[in-house]
């Protein structure tokens, strides 16, 4: 569909992984054929991988000036969120009521979070710390003996509590104090979406570090200091870490499942909706992941940039998994491919398994921000003086 100006109008509504990979992959793919729109609810972009490290001060949730990001890529930064879509007519509609023409439109809002476990603490990244800090200041102290970290039901991308309690032990036996770990998950064993080799990897460092796993328990709540199983015997712990469960953002115009997650095929397209896409942890893709989310940006940015005229052959999305363990000493790098007939073919090493080896492995994204790492902040506003 001709759009109202020469070049092919690309709106993004996102300002995460999967926007800023799209964003850039488009205008590496289609060049000055797209004119690229940017609408985002945020001034910034929040890299947060790494605030899992911070209460071990071992690394820093970064942030970025998204409209400088927008910018540099040649791309306008609406500041705003998207509330509605009329796909027959190319107009998506602004929480502000603002009417937007699209040839092309990418759903990236990512997900919200929501507490899935009463009673623990909710730990959702850089702005959960002090909270975490406080615990391991207790803990180091004595003052805590048993800690508990909790994988809710139907979370898919466990790693950050394991990173959590990985580092735990460590700073522990580091100063020389006793306590209980527990991690207590709902996978039949522990980080099993990366296949055999990478679950037996980490099983291998939990051992290492004394950590109790308890595999296939559902946690219901956390009261009085005991961690209550459905079904099962409640396991006492003085202080409980848990991740958040994922729902998806509903959008009027858009179907989606239960749970407002977006159905899409292999390049992102929306079945029903012509020249819309999704990509990142809005969809229903079961693995909720920054790389993951990357990939199929990727695969809607070549269809998009194929509609837009550029030379370009369409790559569907082919999951590849990849994850960097923080542990407190050496890392862990995972790697799994997960789709095209290759199921949980996996790989566990101490060395980088690829590159750039960084938490999040975005083919244009990560790239872009290291040339960019000068607009990089720490999360609460001081320069990191780091890249991401």
């Not at 009521?97 to 990236?108: I, K, P, Q, R, T």
């Not at 039901?153 to 104090?177: F, I, K």
């Not at 909706?273 to 920054?290: I, N, R, W």
């Amino acid at each position: 569909m001709a759009g109202r100006q020469d070049r092919y109008h690309v709106l993004i509504a996102g300002g995460g992984v999967a926007a800023l990979e799209a964003m850039v992959a488009l205008r590496t793919l289609a060049e000055d054929r797209v004119d690229i729109e940017l609408l985002a609810p945020d001034r910034d972009f929040f890299y947060r991988p790494l605030a899992v490290a911070e209460p071990f001060g071992t690394g820093k949730a970064l942030r970025f000036d998204l409209r400088a990001l927008a910018t540099g890529c040649g791309t306008r930064h609406r500041l705003g969120s998207l509330a509605a879509i009329s796909a027959p007519k190319h107009r998506a509609t602004t929480g502000h009521g603002e009417s937007v023409f699209y040839d092309a439109l990418l759903l990236a809002m990512g997900a919200r979070e929501f507490i899935a476990v009463p009673g623990a603490l909710t730990y959702r990244g850089n702005h959960d710390s002090p909270a975490f800090s406080r615990i391991l200041a207790e803990t180091l102290r004595g003052e805590v003996k048993t800690l508990a970290f909790v994988v809710p039901s139907r979370v898919t991308w466990p790693l950050p509590l394991y990173e959590l309690a990985l580092q735990t032990a460590t700073r522990l036996e580091d100063e020389g104090v006793e306590a209980r770990i527990v991690l207590l998950t709902p996978e039949e064993t522990p980080l099993i979406v990366f296949g055999r080799e990478g679950s037996e990897a980490v099983a291998g460092l939990l051992a290492d570090k004394a950590i109790e796993l308890l595999c296939g328990v559902h946690v219901e709540k956390v009261h009085k200091g005991l961690v209550h199983l459905v079904p099962g015997v409640p396991v006492p712990a003085e202080r409980v870490i848990a991740l958040p469960g994922l729902r998806g953002i509903p959008l009027s115009g858009v179907p989606a499942d239960n749970s407002s997650f977006v159905h899409v095929d292999a390049l992102g397209r929306i079945k029903g909706l012509e020249d819309v896409y999704a990509a990142g942890d809005g969809t229903s893709f079961p693995v909720k992941q920054g790389g993951l989310a990357a990939q199929m940006a990727d695969a809607a940015a070549s269809a998009i940039a194929e509609a837009a005229g550029a030379s370009v052959e369409p790559a569907p999305f082919d999951p590849v998994l990849r994850g960097l363990l923080l542990t407190g000493a050496e890392p862990e790098y995972l790697r799994a491919e997960l789709g095209g007939g290759r199921m949980y073919a996996s790989t566990a090493a101490d060395s980088p398994l690829w590159w750039p080896a960084g938490k999040i492995a975005a083919r244009y994204l990560s790239p872009y921000l290291a040339e960019h790492a000068d607009l990089a902040f720490g999360a609460f506003g001081q320069r990191s003086g780091a890249g991401a």
